[in-house]
């Protein structure tokens, strides 16, 4: 692979660009509703969670539900997951009509069952096969298709370069690294250098993901590793406010009780009239948990709020934080 100049490989709003840090795809907590308060706090872009392509084919999902955006995020990417390249193709075209600016695939998520099916991290055993699946997607739509990758099986078989460079070759518009082999699952240290190595050889934008759980990491991974955008998964859950932090206008609201309450509110709010009451709530007694970790008295609230039900009572707990 050789470098050549790295232009934008899709549009974003204006000045974007120059803070490109992306709420990475999590799957259980990037729906719409999160992803419209972190794009509200800032964030350059949003990911869907991974979507199974099979399932969108066959008609088994309801799309709207996965793949509806909230007016408050003016732009969006969608990530799918699957092993064929006629069936990620199809889904390609079925995800297109929602405009997102990217479409993403998932060739990371070391989840056994998604692995047994051959996608997700299975696809690092065959960079030919990644290549495929994205000539078959650039072939369905005109949306740019980019690759999400780990740095490889394990650590007897770290291919970045080979994975990316398949997926250049086949059309690929970027390529975000997490920073860990299939193996490591989420545990060890994310090898920023592969980044840095990667970033410096690969002709289209490369985003960084792993182990940035602050403002300042994030700006520190940008700085070391050279990478276009940094992708943030862990430290934004029940986090937003990262992206408020790394917003290029600066200075931002104190994250005290008060503000945290209200973000939940809006998030909850968002979630019911996406989703409705019963799923929404039931959805953000996990986001509830990550919201008030660490926060002081926040125990006996969490014990409570993983029993509501409806938005009332998790007003109430809202009002009490509020004080
Ligand atoms: C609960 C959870 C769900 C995830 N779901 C997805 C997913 O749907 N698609 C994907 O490409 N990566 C997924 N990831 C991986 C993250 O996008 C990210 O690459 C990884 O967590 C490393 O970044 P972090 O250190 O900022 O968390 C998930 C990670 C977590 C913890």
Redesign the pocket.
Known sequence: MNRSSASYPFVLDEGAWEAPYFL???????DAAFRAVCAEMGAALC?T??VSAEALVRGHIKTKELLERDPAERVYAI?L?GASPATLAAAAEIVSVYQPVVI?L?C??PVPKIIKAGAGSALLKTPGKIGNIVRAMRDATRIPISV?LRTGWDSDSINYLETAGAAIEAGACAI?L?G?TRAQG?TGK?DWDAIRDLSARAPVPVFG?????SAGAAADMRARTGCAGV?????ALGNPFIFAELRKSGSIREINAHFIAETMERHLSLAVQHFGEKRACIEFRKHFCVYTKGLSGGAPLRARAVRCSTFKEFAEIFNELKG
């Open positions: 990475a795809p999590v799957a259980g907590y990037s990911y969670e991974m990530q997951f993403d998932n990371g998520c999400k975000t997490h860990r989420y994310a993901s792993g182990d940035v759980f992708m943030i998964a862990r430290g």
